[in-house]
T-cell receptor, first 115, second 115 residues
Framework: GDSVTQMEGPVTLSEEAFLTINCTYTATGYPSLFWYVQYPGEGLQLLLKATKADDKGSNKGFEATYRKETTSFHLEKGSVQVSDSAVYFCALSDHAYNQGGKLIFGQGTELSVKP | DVKVTQSSRYLVKRTGEKVFLECVQDMDHENMFWYRQDPGLGLRLIYFSYDVKMKEKGDIPEGYSVSREKKERFSLILESASTNQTSMYLC??????????????FGPGTRLTVL
């Protein structure tokens, strides 16, 4: 079945450092890909998305490119801030009608940014 | 703004009790989902519903049931709570058919402790 694998955390960075969180997937079809973020004590929020190969999703300085050839959707940010400390989830979407738009999530990567 | 609300942020119950977790969304979404979130395991789908009175099992339905009597409300029921059901429970909703996006909107979560 479809699956998502993320790099393990926690990841600890200093402010203004470069961030990469790796995400790879397996899917039988052509899924949409997402990054969600969960700030402490909150639910998940959509951070960015991409719906087809070579699409780049971007938001709040974060970027991820849908790479079909490497089945990857790595999250990057050039300069992290303390306020980026959160748990980041990579996810893919099954498009089949009778699947009701289910999302399959990776295990999450905790990011801690120190001043 | 899409709003998904959950009836409680924190809940403490005793083993064997019947527990109801309520979720309400205000955007007329057809799809609704219940997940549980555990450290290192990411989000796991318990049940989902793509229409009133319709329900589908997710990946871990054992020990849970659901009810969807109205479009905006989706309830998760623990018939006889057990300590291994101590977890964070997240509700989400999305449009259906949702095309290629399948973006889900999440509530803030209910942290359930079963003693």
């Amino acid at each position: 079945g479809d699956s998502v694998t993320q790099m393990e955390g926690p990841v600890t960075l200093s402010e203004e450092a470069f961030l990469t969180i790796n995400c790879t997937y397996t899917a039988t079809g052509y899924p949409s890909l997402f990054w969600y973020v969960q700030y402490p004590g909150e639910g998940l929020q959509l951070l960015l998305k991409a719906t087809k190969a070579d699409d780049k999703g971007s938001n709040k300085g974060f970027e991820a490119t849908y790479r079909k050839e490497t089945t990857s959707f790595h999250l990057e940010k050039g300069s992290v801030q303390v306020s980026d400390s959160a748990v980041y989830f990579c996810a893919l979407s099954d498009h089949a009608y009778n699947q009701g738009g289910k999302l399959i999530f990776g295990q999450g990567t905790e990011l801690s940014v120190k001043p | 703004d899409v709003k998904v609300t959950q009836s409680s942020r924190y809940l403490v119950k005793r083993t064997g009790e019947k527990v109801f977790l309520e979720c309400v969304q205000d955007m007329d979404h057809e799809n609704m989902f219940w997940y549980r979130q555990d450290p290192g395991l990411g989000l796991r789908l318990i049940y989902f519903s793509y229409d009133v009175k319709m329900k589908e099992k997710g990946d871990i339905p054992e020990g849970y049931s659901v009810s969807r009597e109205k479009k905006e409300r989706f309830s998760l029921i623990l018939e006889s709570a057990s300590t291994n059901q101590t977890s964070m429970y997240l509700c989400a909703s999305s449009l259906f058919p949702s095309g290629v996006f399948n973006e889900q909107f999440f509530g803030p979560g209910t942290r359930l402790t079963v003693l």
